[in-house]
């Protein structure tokens, strides 16, 4: 059973920076498709970004283009989520997926998740 365990969220003044990871047990990484959501209080889970194994780059919601970057690291079988540039409006719980999916050109979620990390950013 694949499990996913999130860490590195926090409290951060606006500008800041933190990295989030993501840990994955019970399958090799390359399996699935993973990606970031976050879902701010009072309104939807929103798409951030999706890692591509094979051209190693990521994919990132307009909203976070050019401040976050996501990485991963095979041998530790875990994905990163660089977070540079913070702003008050970035305050969420941030959850790792697996299995993300472009459906009529928007990002969803798989069915497996972690289970979330607070980011908060104080301006």
């Known amino acids: 059973q694949v499990q996913l365990v999130e860490s590195g969220g926090g409290l951060v003044q606006a500008g800041g920076s933190l990295r989030l990871s993501c840990a994955v047990s019970?399958?090799?990484?390359?399996?699935?498709?993973l990606g970031w959501f976050r879902q701010a209080p009072g309104k939807e889970r929103e798409f951030v970004a999706k890692?591509?194994?094979?051209?190693?780059?990521?994919i990132y919601a307009d909203s976070v283009k050019g401040r976050f970057t996501m990485d991963g690291d095979n041998a530790e079988n875990t994905v990163f989520l660089q977070m540079n540039l913070l702003k008050p409006e970035d305050t969420a719980v941030y959850y790792c997926?697996?299995?993300?999916?472009?459906?009529?050109?928007?990002?969803?979620?798989?069915?497996?998740w972690g289970q979330g990390t607070q980011v908060t950013v104080t301006s």
């Open positions: 890692w591509s194994w094979s051209g190693r780059t990521g």
């Open positions: 997926n697996g299995g993300v999916r472009l459906v009529e050109g928007v990002y969803r979620p798989g069915d497996i």
């Open positions: 019970g399958q090799t990484l390359g399996r699935y498709i």
